[in-house]
């Protein structure tokens, strides 16, 4: 089984997909929204197809950790990507990931408008990958005790 990371925005999503034995991320793209039953079709096709167990969304919280302006879209979305697809969401911490996603980006001699392409895509990438890292060493730590 798989996991979808999933890094929000108002039009675009980036998405990546772990591998089935869910050690890395990749990205997968980036998903335009295109209204509720459209949207509901291609996530419910998505988790059929590539088998997702579990949807890591980036939870956009200011520096100091408190909620930033983007949270309850986001927390919206989740909750109706969870009820449509029937899969439970997990919150993941994703500050400063847009600017990792720039930092690795930056250095391909691309131009500004393909940089903010993939920008999610990149993002996306970034917040399934330490969200997995993370689930590794929770589950080292607990097979250690």
């Known amino acids: 089984m798989r996991v979808l990371g999933i890094d ?3 039009k675009h999503i980036g998405l990546s997909i772990s ?3 869910q ?3 990749q990205s997968f793209g980036k998903y335009t929204l295109r209204g509720k039953k459209k949207d509901g079709k291609y996530f419910q ?3 059929a197809q590539y088998e997702i167990s579990e949807i890591v969304i ?3 919280l200011r520096m100091d950790g408190t909620p930033g302006s983007r949270v309850e879209k986001t927390k919206k979305f989740a909750n109706w990507l969870e009820n449509t697809v029937g899969i439970p969401i997990v919150f993941w911490d994703e500050r400063l990931t847009t600017k990792q996603a720039l930092n690795i980006i930056r250095p391909q001699k691309m131009k500004s408008r393909s940089r903010k392409k993939i920008k999610d895509q990149v993002s996306a990438t970034i917040i399934l990958a330490s969200y997995l890292e993370n689930k590794r060493i ?3 730590d607990s097979e250690d005790h």
Do not use: I, Q, R, Y
């Open 138 to 140: 929770s589950s080292n």
């Open 58 to 60: 980036g939870l956009p």
């Open 8 to 10: 929000f925005g108002d």
């Open 45 to 47: 096709d998505f988790v």
């Open 19 to 21: 591998d089935p034995l």
């Open 23 to 25: 050690l890395t991320a």
